[in-house]
Structures are given as structure tokens and as C-alpha cells.
């Protein structure tokens, strides 16, 4: 789709399907509040990797993890929901459903989307730990506005690249010589 020439109806269908898609997947995951999915997404996909990235980094940290915490003789920090990155994981993914693309290009688009904002929200739990750990007043800004605003910002120049994907692949094939 040539986003110069979006219609008003196209863009409604957009912002319809990106609203529907995001909202259905925000209130499917608040109705797995308490239970083994949550505990499945927080404890074991978000805790336990925070903490090998952690020990990996500086393996003086000593660093476990016990449930939703990550635990260590210097600091405790607590995960819970909202901190283990899955609204910005469903704005990726209710933005990809929502443009008119191939479903190739779309699934595409959804591995590397949620593998990338997964990573960052990653490193913004690793980069909490360090900052509770050196500045408790550090981690008030970080965990607030800083850390949030970059997962987003990060989010949105993928899409920006994912929505000109399939145009520069065009691009390239017309451009390129035939045999």
C-alpha cells in the first residue's frame, strides 16, 4: 500500500483494526491475570532471562530468579504486570494486523517485531536492576519515562522500516537486471 495515497476510509479500516486487535489482545491477557500464563510470561519468559543477562554481564551479581523477583545480595527487584513488556508487544503486533500487507509479509513483520521489542524490554529490565542496584533515584526515571518512551520510539522506526519493506523489495526486483 502507498501510504501517500491513503483514502479516509482506508485509514479508518487502519485505525478500526489496530484499535479492535490491540484491545482484544490487552483484554485477553488481563483475563490470564493470576494465572499459569501470566506466571509463564512473567516468571519464566521475563525473570529467569533477565537474570542470566544479568549474571552474564557481571556474574559477581549473583543474581536468581525467585518467581516474578530478581534476587541478589546487592538488590531485589520485582516484575510485574505491566513491566514484562506485553503492551508494547500488542501495539507491534495490533499495528502489523492492522496494515494491509501480504500475510508472508505480515508474520514476517510479527516474529521480528515481538523478538526485537521482547529484546528491549529485556535489556530495560537488566538496565533497572543496575540502576536500583548504583541509584535508586535513577531507577524512579528509568522505569517511569525513560525506559517506556525508548521501548515505544524503537517500536515505532520498526514499523516505520517494516511499512517500506515490500516497496524496497520491489524496488530492488524491478530494478534489477533479467536475464
Known amino acids: ?17 489496530f484499535a479492535g486487535v490491540f484491545f ?12 499459569v500464563i501470566e506466571k509463564a510470561i ?13 549474571n552474564q554481564i557481571n556474574p559477581m551479581e549473583q543474581v536468581i530468579a525467585e518467581g516474578h523477583r530478581l534476587v541478589s545480595p ?8 505491566g513491566c514484562e513488556g506485553t503492551e508494547s508487544l500488542f501495539l507491534i503486533m495490533a499495528a502489523i494486523l492492522a496494515f494491509r500487507a501480504p500475510w508472508r509479509h505480515k508474520l514476517a513483520g510479527l516474529a521480528l517485531g515481538v523478538i526485537l521489542i521482547y529484546l528491549a524490554n529485556q535489556a ?11 541509584d535508586p533515584a535513577l531507577l524512579s526515571a528509568l522505569h517511569g519515562y525513560v525506559a517506556p518512551t525508548l521501548i515505544i520510539a524503537v517500536g515505532c ?23
Open 42 to 54: 512473567i516468571d519464566v519468559a521475563t525473570v529467569r532471562p533477565s537474570a542470566f543477562m544479568i
Open 24 to 35: 482484544a489482545l490487552q483484554w485477553g491477557y488481563q483475563q490470564a491475570s493470576g494465572t
Open 1 to 17: 500500500m502507498n501510504t501517500a495515497n491513503w483514502s479516509n476510509q482506508s485509514l479508518l479500516r487502519l485505525v478500526a483494526v
Open 74 to 81: 546487592f538488590a531485589k527487584l520485582s516484575v510485574l504486570n
Open 124 to 134: 530495560r529490565i537488566v538496565s533497572l536492576y543496575f540502576a536500583l542496584k548504583s
Open 157 to 179: 522506526v520498526y514499523y516505520l522500516w517494516w511499512m517500506q519493506w515490500p516497496q524496497r523489495n520491489t524496488a530492488e526486483q524491478s530494478a534489477s537486471p533479467r536475464a
